[in-house]
């Protein structure tokens, strides 16, 4: 369905256009569309998600895209520049469908983009955003199970064997902390694109990135929900994925920690066993929310 003419432009019309019919007559009534930690059913709750981007960002030129189908999910990505003036941000969708309607769909926008974008802050954009549905959650601690078996991008789908080996490396990077992982398995001049950077990353910022992402979570484990081969370039991939852990909410040596997750989409081109793109997005603004509730 991604690679359906009818889909990506009506997705593309929602953002650049303001066509909101288009795009509603993919929707089913049960269909469950996921944004900044909500989720909405139904023509009124869903046109309210819709209602977030547009009312603060306006229309926006569609300047880039990427689009992954695997028969029955989709990924989009896109790069969308607003009209008013030269700043861009990204925004990534993931379609559960028959190829005809959307059963499910989770909508993440770099909020972090969003709010350059804007002129303004990632607080102020994470005030305008609704409250998040309550948080389901399990209090694992990883410590406690040392000889448990982790769930890997490999055990979701068959991974072709040409590009396994580095699949498994950038997985050991999120999941075990291996920062060597990055040099081992990504090429020099990778395309690198991270939450809330807008230019194109290297691979010391890469491990910079991460290495704060680290330290800001404690008892941090990830797990992934789906992984999406494209049916058409076996090379390319997308997964979805979470971080749970433990972040502090407040100051002093007694800090309150509050469990969270951050769910993630990361897009990942590889040639030669080695990864040349890493796309990733992550929803700033809606974690913000979160924590302030």
């Not at 008013?84 to 059963?103: D, G, L, P, Q, Y």
């Not at 989409?265 to 990864?275: M, N, Q, V």
Request: glycine content about 4%; hydrophobic content about 40%.
């Amino acid at each position: 369905m991604s690679h359906n003419p009818v889909l990506k432009s009506a997705i593309r019309s929602l953002f650049a256009e303001g066509d909101l019919q288009s795009l509603r007559s993919l929707l089913l009534h049960s269909t469950a569309w996921q944004q900044h930690g909500r989720t909405s059913f139904g023509n009124e709750q869903i046109t309210s998600s819709w209602m977030v981007w547009l009312a603060n960002c306006g229309l926006s030129d569609c300047s880039a895209a990427i689009s992954l189908d695997s028969g029955s999910e989709s990924l989009d990505l896109l790069t969308l520049t607003s009209k008013s003036s030269s700043s861009s941000t990204r925004i990534a969708v993931w379609t559960w469908h028959n190829r005809e309607f959307i059963k499910r769909l989770i909508c993440i926008p770099d909020t972090d983009l969003q709010a350059r974008c804007l002129g303004t802050s990632i607080d102020a954009v994470a005030d305008l955003l609704p409250q998040p549905d309550p948080l389901l959650i399990s209090d694992y601690d990883q410590q406690q199970h040392p000889f448990s078996v982790d769930v890997t991008p490999s055990c979701l789908v068959d991974i072709p064997a040409e590009i396994k080996a580095a699949v498994d490396g950038w997985w050991s990077l999120w999941q075990d902390e291996q920062l060597a992982a990055v040099n081992d398995f990504y090429s020099i001049d990778a395309l690198i694109q991270l939450p809330g950077r807008e230019e194109n990353q290297t691979r010391d910022q890469l491990i910079n990135f991460a290495s704060r992402s680290f330290q800001q979570m404690h008892r941090r484990y990830c797990q992934p929900e789906s992984v999406l081969l494209d049916q058409h370039n076996k090379n390319r991939l997308g997964i979805l994925w979470h971080m749970e852990g433990d972040m502090d909410t407040g100051n002093g040596p007694l800090k309150p920690r509050q469990r969270v997750r951050k769910t993630m989409i990361s897009y990942l081109e590889i040639r030669d066993a080695k990864i040349v793109q890493d796309t990733s997005m992550f929803d700033q603004a809606a974690l913000i929310k979160r924590l302030s509730a």
